[in-house]
Structures are given as structure tokens and as C-alpha cells.
């Protein structure tokens, strides 16, 4: 049985989504590994000062230490607990998340090279993150995608007598939740029946100035803040249409979930989207920041309805390759 030390903000408990380092974590727990978590501390400097004590308690008897790697705040905090992995002499693995990770191969050059030319591996999610690491150069890493455990996503044929749209993301400003409530307006507008709801926690102070546009618009918006998986899961059978409406994005696991409940996508055309998504095969692709082009998507939709479940029965097809069944070989493969 391998020992494997995870290092990423486990934070859910503060109201925070879920990521990476909770549900790959269980389930590679599930699969044999030993897996050991930090870390949960909410303060950032102790969640620093936890990762690295978690780090150097494992030394001994840790086979590899994997770290979720982002672009921003946790970057700093992947490119020291990568160095004190060297020190230590343990293989560690970073787990390369975000759409401007990227970014950071520019503006941060001698860090990244210290944290991604010294590890095992580097995991991408997508070969979208994996190009434009070799295309810097690196060569040691490999793709393989977020996952879901399919099994628990019912697809379900959507009508369209109304639309009723979704967006689920958390409340930053990097993913332009206000334009969401701007295709609303657009809609409405137009004297299209339609309704939004927006699921997710607050990041920057972005749900509320969302929550005062919407007020400002005069918009009956529904905001439930954070929902378990189950729960917003549930909520989507009421919904018809889902809107992805970041600037800058990589591989998200909310699209991948919509895509498997049957839910079609109209997404922006950014970073790793086309390479989830083929635009009008399985979902629908828009430019960034453009209400036009966002509705008129919408408005295909809702004309074509002859349409939607192909798309959306191609869409359920597309996402078995990011089933938990599917994708664990990969990191079996890896850490054996």
C-alpha cells in the first residue's frame, strides 16, 4: 500500500467549495492508498505552517506528496512545500489547476521552473494545461482529467416551455457571475420567459455586488449560496440550460457535471473549454463577455429543441472519459 501525503486548502468546512485535495483524496483512499490531508486551518499562514509540518512528519515513510498548484496565493504556497520536498529528498507530484496557472510560466519564471522541472510528474487536468506547459518547455507531465463518479449522475431530457438557467461557480470575478444576470436582463428584454439561479460561495466580495446588480436591474434572481453535490444536483432538474460565463478558465468539473445530467452548455471559448466542449456537437461555445452572442446561443437553443438531445446525449458520451472507472488507472498507474 502506497503513502501518499496531500497537500491543498481542505476548507470546506469554512464554506468553501470543495477541491480537489477532498474528493480525489477519498477516492484514492478508496482504491488502497493511504492517504494523509493537510491541510484545514483557515488562517493562511497556519494552513502554511500545517502543510509543512504535515511534510516534514511524513518524511520517512511518505511515497509521494502530491500538491493542488493554482495561480494565485497558492502558488507560493506549492512552490515551498515543493523546495521542502526537496530538501527532504520526497517525490512530489503537483496537481496544476486554473486557467492562468499558465500565467505563471511567464511572470514567475525561476519559481516555476524550481517547482515543475523538480517534480515526479506534473498532472494536467487537460491538454489544454499540458500544451501550454510544453510549450515552456517542461516535459515531464501528463494529463489526466477531473473526474466524477458517473454513476451518481442521473441524465435527464430537458423541455423548454421556459428558460431556466443555472450557474454554478464560486463567486469570483474571474468567472464574471454579472454577466450571467446581464443574459437575463437581455432575455427578459426580448420577452423571453426565463428565470436564473446562482449556486456558490462568495470569493471576492462577488456575490454581493451580483446580488446588487440583480437589485439594480430590477431582477428576481435566486442565490443559494453553497450546495453540497447532492443537493444543487437535485436543484438542476428544475433547470433546462446551464451558463458558463467565465474570462478565464481550464477543464471545470461543474461543466463536466452539467454535461452529464443532460444539461446543455453554453459556455465562453476560453482556455481548456474547447477542448472539453465541441461547439454545437456537444455543448455550445460563445466569445467571453458578450451578451449577444450568449443569448442568441440561448435562443438556438430554445428554437432547435430537435437538436438538444443530441447534443446533450453527445455531451453525457463525452464526459464517461472523466468517470472515476475510467480515470483511476491513470493515477494507479502513476503512484504504483
Not at 506528496?65 to 529528498?89: E, G
Not at 451518481?152 to 461557480?169: E, G, H, I, P, Q
Not at 450571467?180 to 462577488?206: T, V
Amino acid at each position: 500500500m502506497k503513502n501518499l501525503l496531500y497537500i491543498g486548502n481542505n476548507l470546506s468546512a469554512e464554506n468553501k467549495t470543495p477541491t480537489t485535495v477532498e474528493t480525489l483524496g477519498r477516492l484514492l483512499t478508496l482504491e488502497g492508498f493511504n492517504v494523509k490531508v493537510a491541510s484545514s486551518k483557515p488562517n493562511k499562514l497556519m494552513r502554511l505552517l500545517d502543510m509543512f509540518a504535515a511534510v516534514y512528519k511524513s518524511r520517512k515513510n511518505v511515497d509521494y506528496v502530491l500538491i493542488d498548484t493554482y495561480s494565485t496565493v497558492n502558488f507560493y504556497y506549492a512552490f515551498l512545500v515543493s523546495q521542502l520536498c526537496r530538501i527532504l529528498r520526497l517525490k512530489y507530484i503537483p496537481i496544476l489547476h486554473g486557467g492562468k496557472l499558465p500565467e505563471r510560466l511567464s511572470s514567475s519564471v525561476k519559481l516555476s521552473q524550481l517547482i515543475f522541472n523538480n517534480a515526479y510528474k506534473n498532472v494536467a487536468p487537460s491538454l489544454y494545461t499540458k500544451s501550454r506547459f510544453e510549450g515552456f518547455g517542461y516535459t515531464n507531465v501528463i494529463c489526466i482529467p477531473n473526474s466524477i463518479e458517473l454513476k451518481d449522475y442521473s441524465f435527464k431530457a430537458r423541455v423548454f416551455d421556459t428558460v431556466n438557467l443555472l450557474w454554478v461557480r464560486s463567486f469570483s470575478r474571474l468567472y464574471n457571475p454579472l454577466l450571467a444576470i446581464d443574459i437575463l436582463k437581455f432575455l427578459k428584454d426580448e420577452g423571453i420567459d426565463s428565470r436564473l439561479c446562482m449556486i456558490g460561495p462568495d470569493n471576492d466580495g462577488s456575490l454581493e455586488e451580483a446580488k446588487n446588480h440583480a437589485r439594480k436591474l430590477s431582477l428576481e434572481v435566486e442565490f443559494t449560496g453553497i450546495l453540497t453535490k447532492k443537493q444543487w444536483h437535485k436543484k438542476a432538474k428544475d433547470f433546462n440550460i446551464f451558463i458558463n460565463t467565465t474570462n478565464i478558465d481550464n477543464t471545470p468539473v461543474s461543466v463536466i457535471e452539467a454535461m452529464a445530467l443532460g444539461l446543455p452548455v453554453v459556455s465562453t471559448n476560453v482556455g481548456g473549454l474547447p477542448f472539453l466542449i465541441r461547439n454545437g456537437v456537444d455543448g455550445v461555445l460563445v466569445e467571453p463577455n458578450d451578451i449577444n452572442t450568449f443569448t442568441e446561443a440561448i435562443k438556438y437553443l430554445i428554437g432547435n429543441s430537435e437538436n438538444i438531445l443530441r447534443i446533450t446525449e453527445a455531451a453525457r458520451l463525452k464526459v464517461e472519459e472523466f468517470d472515476w472507472e475510467v480515470v483511476k488507472g491513470k493515477w494507479i498507474s502513476l503512484l504504483s
